[in-house]
């Protein structure tokens, strides 16, 4: 019988029955925004629509990302089943085979090399109890000293630079409604628009409540265009241009005494050597006016509130953490922190980017922030691991090093959760050759990413549709991700993957979860009276107030909104000024006639990360498909190159090809390509393997380069 001959109450129950409602949150940034899949049966098609649902921090928003994501959690591309690799080809297994293959090869590398030979490299994009558990897995089931994550090439600069000047690193020093409320916003190096477009009108109301913005960035972005002041300045000045700004503040006395005098230590340092600079020579540094500089002090100084925002413009630099630190000076010698309307924010990036810092996946860190080389923190964890403090490894080292340690044949094996690194990591060809020395790799992912390729097995893992988990949003608001999309074929969640292989090394009773929230429950009571204390905060309160800032430390504890009202987190309770030698930081590789412009890198509304996820979805695709240089008219002239034309990109390390997109919303000096795409398009290749000192992130967002028209004819050469 056909659809329209139903009676009608059975044919409205049935078309009920065919719509169903899956809850979660939206697997990109660090919004979070809460969202439903609804999938309906019509006319025998299923068809998918994802909605935003109302919550306290993007009020039921989303963006196009968000809208779309459905499309690579259901794409015919996902992995239904454990790969194994047998001759150079991926064959189908079952778990017991894949599970026996690791225990095989990580006891006999263990066996003949010790417990540091494996090393774990995990991600923000997972949930903080998975977060939690890859860290526990690495030191308890693994027993290496090897464990770092996609973090540490996120946003471990303005990480590092919190906890060395406020001695606490949660990215938002306040609530996202503080921000309507603020006279002045200073936005250093973050794309809000097409990064975290949902938190955009919380800077509309501003402006509309009289805030002036100033957005600091070498190109006009769309977060630019809404500025009152774009500052335009070269690639790699910001800490120059913070001393800049500094100067003029201490010449013209526009501080707040009484603050620093109560509440910081160092001022006389930072003064004596900011005195010291000129403004002539910081213009010709950043290439912005001293006008310009001296406009930003005025404004910022003398209204009643301000704010400091930094992303990865700014933090991705190989003096990241010293050119942060030199704009939270700022924020202090005007007292522009601890209060309403005030404070400094850094921009989380993925899903998780602040949760997934706090509990234990960094190669120096135990969970809530625990130091792990500090004895009474190992005591601790130790205590709620069940094992003795001796137990615990040392301290191991950053993602890039990691690699270079592949390298040099001291670590022989790999397992990867959530990360594509062979595209997003820098030096990408020395990625790619460092893991092709590995004796073993596995790889936890959605689908074969660029990385998982070169794995020997890999493990299907579930999306943000299915795997239920908490998320730590970016104003440090835990979040509870919902997810009841069915768990399909052999996927398996990421935390009952570590769960399992734990389980086959003979540490099973150390890790006997049965969902994610008895592992919260561990973790609860793993960060009790640590910096990220998260231990008053329960899956069932969180339902019902919809999320909680931490530190929360008790059930009754309505958690923490705004940080440093009274003290800082220093145990003299005071903010530390740092003295920023711009310049003498680190020894950066010069622009040259070989190599005269500047590279920077980052993103594009439509895609996310390296692309594994949204180069699957066919509307995202039709929006951008492919990368592109973006140049300015002048430099496309000196070159010779039209709008739309390929172009060779090239620095000391590779090159890339692709098309050239002409605008003027650029510098001369500067060339922006996105890094979302793979192979000869992977940006990757041409970033060196500079570190910054203090937070170990490499220069992203600066590499010398020279173009050429790309000819044809160099093929043909070869060929
Ligand atoms: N659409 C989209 N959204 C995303 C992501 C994505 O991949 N796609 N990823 C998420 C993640 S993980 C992150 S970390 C965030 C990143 O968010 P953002 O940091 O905002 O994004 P980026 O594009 O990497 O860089 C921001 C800006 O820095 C500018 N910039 C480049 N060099 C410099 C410099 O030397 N100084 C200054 N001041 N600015 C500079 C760039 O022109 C760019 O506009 O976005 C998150 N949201
Ligand atoms: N040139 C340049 N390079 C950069 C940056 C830049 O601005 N410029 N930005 C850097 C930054 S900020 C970041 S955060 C990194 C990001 O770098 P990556 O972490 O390497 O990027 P993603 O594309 O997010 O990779 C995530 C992988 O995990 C898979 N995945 C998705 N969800 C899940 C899950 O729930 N579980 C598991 N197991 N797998 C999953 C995806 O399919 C994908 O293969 O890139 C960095 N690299
Ligand atoms: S990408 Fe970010 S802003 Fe867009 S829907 Fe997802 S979480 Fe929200
Ligand atoms: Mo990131």
């Avoid at 977060?131 to 990480?159: E, H, P, W």
């Avoid at 997810?483 to 074929?489: D, S």
């Amino acid at each position: 019988m056909s659809q329209s001959f139903l009676p009608y109450a059975q044919h409205k129950l049935e078309q009920k029955e065919r719509k169903r409602v899956f809850p979660s949150q939206c697997p990109f940034c660090s919004m979070q925004c809460k969202m439903q899949l609804v999938e309906q049966h019509v006319e025998g098609r299923t068809r998918y629509q994802t909605i935003g649902v109302h919550n306290p921090t993007t009020h039921g928003r989303i963006c196009m990302k968000g809208q779309h994501a459905h499309q690579h959690a259901l794409h015919k591309e996902r992995l239904n089943h454990p790969l194994i690799k047998r001759d150079g080809q991926f064959v189908k297994a079952t778990w017991q085979e894949a599970l026996n293959e690791i225990k095989t090869n990580i006891e006999a590398l263990q066996l003949a090399h010790g417990h540091d030979a494996i090393s774990v490299y995990g991600s923000a994009s997972i949930t903080n109890e998975e977060a939690y558990l890859l860290g526990k897995f690495a030191r308890v089931a693994l027993k290496t000293k090897y464990i770092d994550y996609n973090g540490r090439l996120c946003m471990s600069s303005a990480a590092t630079a919190a906890n060395q000047t406020f001695g606490l690193d949660r990215g938002l020093t306040f609530p996202l409604r503080d921000i309507e409320h603020t006279r002045v916003l200073i936005l250093v190096g973050t794309n809000i628009a097409e990064c975290q477009p949902t938190f955009m009108p919380y800077i509309e109301e501003a402006k509309k409540n009289g805030a002036f913005l100033i957005v600091i960035d070498p190109r006009s972005t769309p977060t630019a265009k809404l500025a009152d002041l774009h500052v335009s300045l070269k690639p790699g000045s910001d800490a120059a241009l913070a001393n800049g700004i500094l100067h003029i503040m201490l010449h013209d006395n526009l501080i707040d005494e009484a603050f620093i005098r109560k509440r910081t230590s160092g001022f006389e340092e930072l003064k004596e050597h900011v005195l010291r600079m000129s403004l002539s020579d910081i213009s010709e540094e950043t290439g912005v006016r001293a006008e310009v500089i001296q406009k930003i002090a005025r404004k910022f100084a003398q209204e009643k509130t301000g704010m400091i925002f930094t992303a990865r413009g700014i933090e991705q630099q190989i003096d990241g953490t010293a050119s942060v630190r030199n704009f939270l000076n700022i924020l202090l010698v005007t007292g522009k922190i601890g209060r309403a309307g005030c404070g400094y924010g850094a921009i989380t990036g993925q899903g998780n980017g602040q949760g997934a810092r706090e509990h234990g996946q960094k190669a120096d860190q135990l969970p809530g922030y625990r130091d792990i080389t500090n004895r009474v923190h190992r005591k601790e964890i130790a205590e709620i691991w069940n094992i003795d403090e001796k137990e615990l490894p040392g301290k191991g080292v950053s993602a890039f090093e990691m690699f270079e340690k592949m390298q040099e044949g001291e670590i022989k094996a790999l397992f990867l959760m959530c990360s594509n690194p062979v595209q997003s990591a820098p030096h990408a060809r020395f990625i790619q050759q460092a893991i092709e020395k590995l004796s073993f790799f596995v790889a936890v992912d959605l689908f074969i990413s660029e990385t998982a390729a070169l794995a020997d097995v890999i493990l299907p893992t579930s999306s943000y549709l299915e795997d239920q988990g908490t998320m730590t949003n970016v104003e440090g608001r835990v979040t509870l991700r919902e997810a009841t999309y069915p768990l399909k074929h052999q996927r398996k969640h990421d935390w009952q993957i570590i769960c399992d292989i734990a389980a086959v090394l003979g540490k099973g009773g150390y890790f006997s979860f049965s969902s994610a929230e008895e592992i919260f429950e561990e973790l609860r009571a793993a960060t009790k009276c640590s910096k990220a204390d998260y231990s008053g905060i329960t899956y069932e309160r969180l339902r019902k107030e919809q999320g909680l800032l931490w530190p929360c430390t008790h059930v009754e504890d309505p958690g923490t909104e705004r940080l440093f009202e009274d003290e800082f987190s220093h145990s003299d309770s005071l903010a530390k000024f740092a003295v920023v030698t711009h310049g003498k930081i680190v020894a950066k590789e010069p622009v040259s006639q070989a190599y005269p412009l500047y590279l920077t890198t980052g993103r594009v509304m439509a895609h996310y990360q390296t692309g594994v996820q949204t180069r699957k979805s066919t509307s995202l695709v039709a929006r951008q498909f492919e990368a592109y240089a973006e140049l300015h008219p002048d430099t496309a002239k000196t070159y010779g190159l039209q709008h739309g034309e390929l172009v060779t990109i090239q620095s000391k390390r590779g090159s890339v090809i692709m098309r050239c997109h002409i605008s003027d919303t650029i510098r001369k000096d500067t060339v922006f390509v996105p890094f979302h795409w793979s192979k000869h398009q992977s940006i990757n290749q041409l970033i060196g393997e500079q570190l910054d000192p203090h937070s170990k992130m490499p220069g992203f967002k600066y590499c010398p380069v020279q173009l050429s028209a790309y000819v044809k004819e160099k093929i043909c050469e070869k060929s």
